[in-house]
Structure formats: structure tokens, C-alpha cells
């Protein structure tokens, strides 16, 4: 028997008031897979991945992430999944060692060597503003 998908969805469905953003989507990705989420405005990527990661929940269907349906997902979870949404807003002047500062306190595994690494080689670089 092959091991559980990283991720699965079976029939998944959403809607917003009148907007079917989801229907019936199925798919499969192993672990160790390049997935590529490709279609026009409103397709229903971002709706897909906010139900993958437990910020949506289904109208319909099921999502499994990791071997657990997505909306049982825990903050313990996260630690193996990675999650950009394409809004994301960074804080505004900050320096690259500033925005470690920033960033440390929200992983718990925090790799302290390659932080010193990363800070020495861009260490007078700002990040970029809007």
C-alpha cells in the first residue's frame, strides 16, 4: 500500500453568497510533489489553498493535509507546512536582522546558525517598500 498523499481533496465545493468558487474538485499530491495552481482571476486557487490550510472551511467535500482533514489542523502542524498568501504585507523599513527580530518569535525551531549566516551576507540590505 502507498503512503497517504500530502495532500488530497475528494468532491471539494465552497461558495460565497451567489459564487461557486469551488466544485467538486479532486486531486492528489505526493509527498515530495511540485504542485502548480494555474487558472484565471476567480478560478478558485486561493480559495483552494485557504481551505488546504484551515483558514476557509469546505461547503462541501473533504481536504487532507498531511494526513489529517484540514480543518482539524493545528498550530503543531504548521511547522511542516509553508503558506504565503498572495497579500501578504511585510513591515515597512525594516532592515533584514530587523525583520529576523521579527520573524523568530513565530517559529519555535528556529535555525539560529543559518540566521547568522543570512544576517552577515545581507546585513546593511532594506527590505523594499510598497
Known amino acids: 500500500m502507498s503512503p497517504e498523499p ?3 481533496t475528494r468532491d471539494l465545493g465552497r461558495r460565497f453568497l451567489r459564487h461557486q468558487a469551488l466544485s467538486h474538485v479532486s486531486l492528489s499530491a505526493p509527498h515530495g510533489a511540485a504542485l502548480a495552481l494555474i487558472g484565471a482571476n476567480g478560478a478558485g486557487k486561493s480559495t483552494l489553498m485557504r481551505i ?12 487532507r493535509v498531511l494526513g489529517k482533514d484540514s480543518r482539524e489542523l493545528v498550530a503543531a502542524d504548521f511547522h511542516r507546512i509553508g503558506y504565503l498568501a498572495e ?4 513591515p515597512e523599513g525594516l532592515t533584514v536582522s530587523d525583520y529576523f527580530d521579527y520573524l523568530r518569535r513565530l ?22 517598500t510598497a
Open 52 to 63: 488546504l490550510v484551515n483558514i476557509l472551511r469546505p461547503g462541501s467535500g473533504s481536504a
Open 107 to 128: 517559529y519555535p525551531d528556529w535555525d539560529g546558525h543559518l540566521e547568522t549566516a543570512l544576517r552577515k551576507q545581507f546585513e546593511d540590505y532594506k527590505l523594499p
Open 87 to 90: 497579500n501578504q504585507k511585510l
Open 6 to 8: 500530502a495532500i488530497e
